[in-house]
């Protein structure tokens, strides 16, 4: 069975291919050919999500182009078959379907944690049957994603390790002991988050006054936020996506809430849906996130620079650990071939020094690896610290 890092390009389920031939190496056979690698990628490059879909599809073509540049792998260069599945479970098992018809060596994807865990439960499956790929998702982060099979493995902390973290962060970063949290009950990203976040306060002594919840389709929060404000919290946890935190934290500010919001690593990007002279709005907060861009280590300014000279903006974090995925694969597939056992076994074993950080993995294919706390204020994003949940 081959194995390689496939990659699923946008718009429209349309095929990418940045293919290019070099030789064999004696000790690995890979794609259908034999002369190039293949990698495959999923993700949402239209609708509702397609912005993240977007920041790994370009962190993995940034990647890939790079490696090719440098000679590829082995002597070979690398076949990029990317697919949308439009953010939806059934459209993502499609082009997992599809990837695996292409002989694909690996599979990056997908981005979401829903569309992850389906393609995960069928990948996890083959593998175990002795029929199946190396997946890796750069950004899914529900808990049981890296439950399905020895083949998958995720670059991202999971959501409950980030929830865990935060919440220390309040005690042990800010010095407060009272939070309230507004949260969307219809996502379970959102629900993951919280249910770690409640867990960890109540574990050292945080007390969480009040629990507000929203669906996916609210945009006035005025309710939830007045009821918070009763409650005289020091802290507002807001777990959920970057332009759903710019609307709350807007609200927020018009209600009087005047205390820090923290949050996950979704809200990565939330100065690019503010308006200029609204982004004091996220002032003196803290979210998580897998990197940052102000890191002075040499590995990250290079991809950063690169990056934005390539694409015009500053990369977020999905674009970051969608790098990374690229070039663990490579360092695999530099020691083990394309041979999909020794490939997982490779990936097991990996120690990776990245963009996001050292990379080794658990039992579970999960990594272990540090959680970065990023501070907002004036427009501008900074490291504020680094902090484990142990």
């Given at each position: 069975?081959?194995?390689?890092?496939?990659?699923?390009?946008?718009?429209?389920?349309?095929?990418?291919?940045?293919?290019?031939?070099?030789?064999?190496?004696?000790?690995?056979?890979?794609?259908?050919?034999?002369?190039?690698?293949?990698?495959?990628?999923?993700?949402?490059?239209?609708?509702?999500?397609?912005?993240?879909?977007?920041?790994v599809l370009n962190g993995i073509e940034m990647a890939v182009a790079e490696i090719n540049a440098n000679g590829g792998i082995d002597g070979k260069q690398i076949e990029l078959i990317s697919m949308?599945?439009?953010?939806?479970?059934?459209?993502?098992?499609?082009?997992?379907?599809?990837?695996?018809?292409?002989?694909?060596?690996?599979?990056?994807?997908?981005?979401?944690?829903?569309?992850?865990?389906?393609?995960?439960?069928?990948?996890?499956?083959?593998?175990?049957?002795?029929?199946?790929?190396?997946?890796?998702?750069?950004?899914?982060?529900?808990?049981?994603?890296?439950?399905?099979?020895?083949?998958?493995?995720?670059?991202?902390?999971?959501?409950?390790?980030?929830?865990?973290?935060?919440?220390?962060?309040?005690?042990?970063?800010?010095?407060?002991?009272?939070?309230?949290?507004?949260?969307?009950?219809?996502?379970?990203?959102?629900?993951?988050?919280?249910?770690?976040?409640?867990?960890?306060?109540?574990?050292?002594?945080?007390?969480?006054?009040?629990?507000?919840?929203?669906?996916?389709?609210?945009?006035?929060?005025?309710?939830?936020?007045?009821?918070?404000?009763?409650?005289?919290?020091?802290?507002?946890?807001?777990?959920?996506?970057?332009?759903?935190?710019?609307?709350?934290?807007?609200?927020?500010?018009?209600?009087?809430?005047?205390?820090?919001?923290?949050?996950?690593?979704?809200?990565?990007?939330?100065?690019?849906?503010?308006?200029?002279?609204?982004?004091?709005?996220?002032?003196?907060?803290?979210?998580?996130?897998?990197?940052?861009?102000?890191?002075?280590?040499?590995?990250?300014?290079?991809?950063?620079?690169?990056?934005?000279?390539?694409?015009?903006?500053?990369?977020?974090?999905?674009?970051?650990?969608?790098?990374?995925?690229?070039?663990?694969?490579?360092?695999?597939?530099?020691?083990?071939?394309?041979?999909?056992?020794?490939?997982?076994?490779?990936?097991?074993?990996?120690?990776?020094?990245?963009?996001?950080?050292?990379?080794?993995?658990?039992?579970?294919?999960?990594?272990?690896?540090?959680?970065?706390?990023?501070?907002?204020?004036?427009?501008?994003?900074?490291?504020?610290?680094?902090?484990?949940?142990?």
């Open positions: 069975m081959k194995k390689t890092i496939a990659m699923l390009l946008a718009a429209a389920m349309t095929l990418s291919l940045c293919t290019a031939c070099g030789s064999s190496s004696a000790n690995d056979q890979s794609g259908a050919s034999g002369t190039v690698i293949k990698l495959g990628t999923m993700g949402p490059y239209t609708g509702d999500l397609s912005v993240y879909g977007t920041s949308d599945e439009k953010g939806d479970s059934t459209e993502a098992l499609n082009a997992y379907n599809k990837l695996r018809s292409e002989d694909v060596d690996a599979i990056i994807g997908s981005v979401t944690s829903a569309p992850c865990a389906a393609v995960s439960d069928v990948a996890g499956d083959e593998y175990e049957s002795g029929d199946g790929v190396l997946v890796i998702t750069p950004s899914g982060t529900a808990q049981d994603i890296t439950t399905y099979g020895s083949n998958i493995f995720r670059a991202c902390y999971t959501d409950a390790y980030q929830g865990k973290v935060m919440a220390t962060f309040v005690k042990e970063g800010l010095g407060l002991s009272k939070v309230a949290i507004i949260y969307d009950n219809s996502s379970d990203y959102s629900a993951g988050v919280t249910e770690a976040f409640v867990a960890q306060c109540e574990a050292i002594g945080v007390e969480v006054l009040a629990q507000e919840s929203y669906g996916s389709d609210n945009v006035d929060f005025s309710t939830q936020l007045t009821n918070i404000q009763a409650t005289n919290p020091e802290a507002l946890f807001v777990p959920d996506y970057y332009e759903k935190v710019a609307l709350i934290a807007s609200q927020a500010r018009k209600t009087g809430l005047e205390i820090p919001l923290l949050g996950p690593d979704g809200w990565d990007g939330v100065l690019d849906v503010l308006d200029a002279d609204n982004v004091d709005v996220v002032n003196g907060c803290y979210f998580a996130n897998h990197y940052s861009t102000t890191d002075t280590a040499e590995n990250v300014q290079n991809f950063v620079n690169g990056y934005e000279k390539e694409y015009g903006i500053s990369p977020t974090a999905f674009a970051a650990l969608a790098y990374d995925c690229v070039y663990m694969l490579k360092q695999v597939i530099e020691e083990a071939g394309t041979d999909a056992e020794a490939m997982v076994e490779a990936m097991q074993g990996i120690a990776y020094d990245g963009v996001t950080g050292h990379i080794t993995f658990d039992e579970n294919g999960d990594p272990v690896k540090s959680v970065s706390i990023l501070t907002l204020n004036d427009g501008v994003v900074s490291l504020e610290t680094t902090m484990s949940a142990e």
